[in-house]
């Protein structure tokens, strides 16, 4: 069956954030590509970031009659709606940018999903200038991510965009 793609993704150890997104962004095109499904595409992607980077939540919120939804997701429970402007991911919604926020107890109106949660970012996946869905990704530490994450994880969200969203 010629749609059938590998079906795991492999990481060099010993490898620094940069050349993991390097290493885990070719495959998880190679993994998405030839599958038309969003949802089981929004699964492998979730999972494949969760196993690559060890984040502790990782998942997609698509906008769905003016309310963030969540969508196909890694890591505990999550709360299900978001309104618009509300929390971090209703603020890079609203404000169609990503928001990167290194103690989310300093962030006012910041939904706590879990109390372990200590850091975060939310990249809007943006189609004909509107704003799709956002991927939010949750550390347990604080200050976890950076512009090296704001880079590779726009790059995935472009993608997203152009590829996989019809
Ligand atoms: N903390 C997010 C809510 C989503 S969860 O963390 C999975 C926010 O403030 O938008």
């Known amino acids: 069956n010629p749609r059938r793609m ?5 990481i060099p ?7 993991i997104y390097e290493s885990l962004l070719p495959q998880i095109k190679s993994l ?20 690559s980077l060890h984040f502790f939540w990782v998942g997609f919120y698509r906008v769905q009659e003016q309310e963030l939804v969540l969508g196909p997701f890694q890591g505990p ?3 299900t709606r978001i309104g618009f402007g509300k929390g971090v ?5 609203k404000d169609k940018r990503t928001m990167l ?3 989310v107890h300093q962030f006012p109106g910041h939904i706590a999903c ?4 200590q850091s975060e970012i939310v990249v809007p996946i943006i189609k004909e200038d509107t704003v799709a869905m956002i991927l939010d990704i949750d550390s347990t530490q604080v200050d976890d991510f ?13 993608y997203i965009a152009s590829d996989l969203l019809t």
């Open 114 to 117: 879990s109390s372990e949660s």
């Open 77 to 79: 429970v999550a709360c």
């Open 13 to 19: 150890e010993q490898a620094t954030k940069a050349q």
């Open 101 to 103: 926020v290194p103690d």
């Open 146 to 158: 950076d512009e090296t994450d704001q880079q590779y994880l726009t790059l995935l969200a472009e």
């Open 32 to 51: 998405t590509q030839g599958e038309t499904n969003l949802i089981a595409n929004l699964a492998n992607i979730s999972a494949a970031l969760k196993q």
């Open 6 to 10: 590998a079906e795991n993704i492999t």
């Open 89 to 93: 991911c209703g603020t890079a919604w």
